[in-house]
């Protein structure tokens, strides 16, 4: 039996994840590898971006991993909270690791914090590549050059703000208006105190910004 700490770290509890003693089915090893996954809820088959996979850690604990890089069998929800939550009330984590888990009482914390990291991450790397940038006046420079193919705004900065911003076109600016974090979180990607706009240029990090914003979407109240 493997040893491991009986308690998850908070700062960090997809660190202690190991692998799930129960193997799986070739087939279904297979399917791990593949672009799709299946829920162990809805059974739905789906593209992976649009999941949250889990597993199980060394003391048999579910542990979400929303980088899906960890180590072990991966054990698949549809990324929104009421899967999630049916999920818990089913047992369906027990049942498709074949044992007994424990499940933190704090999962729900825990997974959408490690998905706002996620969007914080995506938007650090595009920051040092030179494909955002924050504040307003920067912001309006990009939009009057076109370079701009997705706009993130504060979640919390003022409505009438953001609207002013794009002129209450959002619907028909041709590019997506996102609100997934808030403004002293953007803020903080950029050194400052606060940021209630950032541009993010054409690019790979466009994609990968809209896929985790929409998977924290699915767990956390994000106001539009």
Do not use: N, Y
């Not at 969007?119 to 701009?148: I, P």
């Not at 002013?164 to 105190?193: H, M, Q, S």
């Amino acid at each position: 039996m493997r040893k491991g700490t009986a308690k998850l770290p908070p700062a960090d509890p997809a660190l202690q994840a190991a692998p799930d003693p129960d193997a799986l089915p070739d087939d279904a090893i297979a399917r791990e590898r593949g672009p799709l996954r299946r829920c162990i809820v809805t059974r739905q088959t789906l593209p992976k971006e649009q999941m949250l996979r889990f597993v199980i850690g060394p003391m048999r604990e579910v542990v979400p991993d929303p980088g899906g890089r960890l180590p072990g069998r991966g054990l698949w929800l549809v990324a929104q909270d009421d899967v999630l939550r049916k999920a818990l009330k089913q047992g369906a984590f027990a049942k498709a690791a074949r044992g007994s888990v424990g499940v933190p009482g704090d999962l729900h914390a825990l997974v959408v914090s490690g998905l706002r990291q996620r969007v914080l991450d995506f938007l650090g790397f595009a920051r040092r590549s030179g494909e955002a940038v924050a504040g307003r006046e920067a912001v309006l420079d990009w939009l009057r050059h076109d370079k701009v193919a997705l706009l993130i705004q504060a979640s919390d900065g003022s409505p009438a703000e953001r609207s002013r911003l794009v002129g209450g076109r959002a619907d028909g600016l041709g590019f997506p208006v996102l609100t997934p974090l808030t403004a002293a979180e953007l803020g903080g990607v950029f050194g400052r105190e606060r940021a209630v706009h950032v541009a993010i240029s054409p690019g790979r990090m466009v994609s990968s910004l809209q896929a985790e914003a929409a998977r924290l979407a699915g767990f956390a109240a994000v106001r539009g």
